[in-house]
């Protein structure tokens, strides 16, 4: 279970999938008082506090190494990028993580 400060109490799966769908793009509080039943302000304080228990639990692999991920590497990262075709100069990585082939459209003449 997830109880908040206030005392609302979720189960841990519910908790988790109103966090997600809170990031998910576009998306307003007030939409999701429909999918899951609560009013926007219990859905806004749940999803924070998944958000801090997922912090508290793995925030050693999700931090920011700036030993390993210096300036010069990340340049490194991002000139590699945009050689491979993105209209970026400065992209370094994806969200995800995963690595994926990029395409772009090409001009085609006739």
Same mark, same amino acid.
């Given at each position: 279970?997830?109880?908040?400060?206030?005392? =609302?109490?979720?189960?841990?799966?519910?908790?988790?999938?109103? &966090?997600?769908? $809170?990031?998910?793009? *576009?998306?307003? %509080?007030?939409?999701?008082?429909?999918?899951?039943?609560?009013?926007?302000?219990?859905?806004?304080?749940?999803?924070?506090?998944?958000?801090? =228990?997922?912090?508290?639990?793995?925030?050693?692999?999700?931090? &920011?190494?700036? $030993?390993?991920?210096? *300036?010069?590497? %990340?340049?490194?990262?991002?000139?590699?990028?945009?050689?491979?075709?993105?209209?970026?100069?400065?992209?370094?990585?994806?969200?995800?993580?995963?690595?994926?082939?990029?395409?772009?459209?090409?001009?085609?003449?006739?």
């Amino acid at each position: 279970m997830v109880i908040t400060e206030n005392r =609302l109490k979720v189960t841990i799966e519910d908790g988790f999938c109103m &966090f997600l769908r $809170r990031l998910a793009y *576009p998306t307003r %509080l007030k939409d999701l008082e429909r999918i899951f039943g609560r009013d926007y302000s219990s859905i806004s304080r749940i999803a924070n506090d998944v958000l801090d =228990l997922i912090f508290d639990r793995w925030q050693h692999i999700i931090r &920011f190494d700036h $030993r390993r991920l210096t *300036p010069e590497k %990340l340049g490194e990262f991002a000139d590699a990028v945009f050689e491979k075709g993105a209209p970026l100069m400065n992209c370094w990585g994806f969200i995800d993580g995963t690595v994926r082939p990029t395409c772009r459209p090409a001009m085609v003449s006739h």
